[in-house]
Structure formats: C-alpha cells, structure tokens
C-alpha cells in the first residue's frame, strides 16, 4: 500500500489563481516527518518544508502555506497567487521513526503533482 | 556553499553494458542516499550509507545493482549488464545525519537511457 498518496496527477492554473495541493499519507509510527519538495522541469528536486508529527501549527512562508492535520492523515501545500515560475511536480514524502528496514530516514514520495500555471 | 553534485548528467548505453554514476555529498554530510525516478515507479528508495557503516541495500531491484562509498564522502552506484527498464533518472541525496528528522538535499540527478 502506499504510504503517501497524492491524489492529483495534474492541475492546471492561471496566474494569481491559488492552488492547493494535497497530500494524505499512512504510518502506524506516533514519531514521523513530513516533506514537500519541488521539481522544476531542470529536475533537481528542491526541499520546500519538514513538518513533524507533533507541531500541527499551520505554517506560512510568503506565498507558501502548509496544513498539517493529523485527524485526516494531511498535510496539504497551497500557494496563494500562483505564478509562472510555480510551474513543476511537487512531491510529498515521509519519513518514519520505525522502519521495517535499518534505513534512518529513507523517504517515502507520493507520485507527485504536476502544476501547471498559465501566464 | 556547494550542493550534491551527481556525474554523468546524462548518459546512454546499450543492454548489456556496465555503467557508473557517481555523487558527490555535500560536505560534511554523513547520510548519503541513492533513489531512482521513473515512470511507473516513482521515486523509489534504493540505498543507504551511513558514514563508514554496511550501507543499508534493501531497496536495491536486483544483484545487477551495487554501490560503494569510499572515505565516507563520494559514492559510485554500479549497473551491470544493463538492461532497457533500468532507464530512469537516478537521485543522489545527503544530510547531515541519518535519522526521520533530517532533510535530505538532492543533486540534479543523472538520466540513464538503456537502449
């Protein structure tokens, strides 16, 4: 099963629309983190947030908002007034204090949403 | 200062070739990971160092596959004979130490087209 699932293949916007991104993920772990990364069409993947399960304050970084809600399971991503530039796939990831493996702090990606904003 | 840098940014074999990648940490960075992205599988974890500790290769898709890291700092990942569905991009990550709560930064990444 997967752990992180995005449910949002594509989305298409037009510039100063918001979008809002969503992430649901699954863990028996009550110690996890939680990640969003960017991937511009370069393809370097580019580190957005770390979240962990014990601070559910939503948090806000300019044009960047993250809603942590652990009673459903998600951390959503929105971005307020979308640009151009917002263009990419956009990953969630997980990382679990118990791993089945000895791996500390492999993560666990969603499929990733493509964004697409429109000028 | 300087980020993960990965070598070959692109490469393009024929089945049946041996080929490296390689990645170079961000200094001072213990933790160094490899993940491979392609399109039916996504992001998938692949192998895990630990400063000079047995790498962790649970996520590695066959004995086809291996990796070293030498002197605790750039790592090599190995493809032997390879073959059409090993095409995908490969991830190289570090972070300052293992464990959930540590980011992992990224390089760019090498392309590898298996012809």
């Known amino acids: 099963a997967q752990k992180v699932t995005q449910a949002q293949t594509e989305i298409s916007v037009v510039e100063k629309e918001d979008v809002t991104l969503d992430c649901v993920y699954e863990t028996r772990d009550t110690t996890y983190y939680l990640f969003w990364y960017k991937q511009p069409p370069s393809g370097e993947l580019v580190f957005l947030i770390r979240?962990?399960?014990?601070?559910?304050q939503n948090e806000i970084s300019g044009r960047y908002s993250w809603n942590f809600q652990k009673s459903t399971s998600s951390f959503n991503f929105t971005i307020t007034a979308s640009q151009v530039v917002d263009s990419a796939v956009y990953f969630c990831?997980?990382?679990?204090?118990?791993?089945?493996?000895?791996?500390?702090?492999?993560?666990?990606f969603g499929r990733g949403t493509q964004l697409t904003v429109w000028p | 200062g300087a980020g993960v840098s990965q070598s070959p940014s692109n490469k393009v074999t024929e089945k049946g070739k041996d080929v490296e990648l390689r990645c170079d940490p961000i200094?001072?960075?213990?933790?160094l990971y490899w993940y491979r992205q392609s399109l039916g599988q996504g992001l998938e974890f692949l192998i895990y160092f630990q400063g000079n500790s047995a790498p962790d290769k649970s996520g590695l898709p066959s004995d086809r596959f291996s990796a070293e890291r030498t002197g605790g700092s750039v790592s090599t990942l190995t493809i032997q004979r390879t073959q059409q569905e090993d095409s995908a991009v490969y991830l190289c990550?570090?972070?300052?130490?293992?464990?959930?709560?540590?980011?992992?930064?990224f390089g760019p990444g090498t392309r590898l087209l298996v012809l």
């Open positions: 990831a997980l990382s679990e204090k118990k791993d089945r493996g000895s791996t500390l702090g492999r993560l666990y």
């Open positions: 200094s001072g960075h213990t933790a």
């Open positions: 979240r962990n399960s014990f601070d559910e």
């Open positions: 990550a570090s972070s300052f130490q293992p464990g959930q709560q540590e980011t992992q930064y």
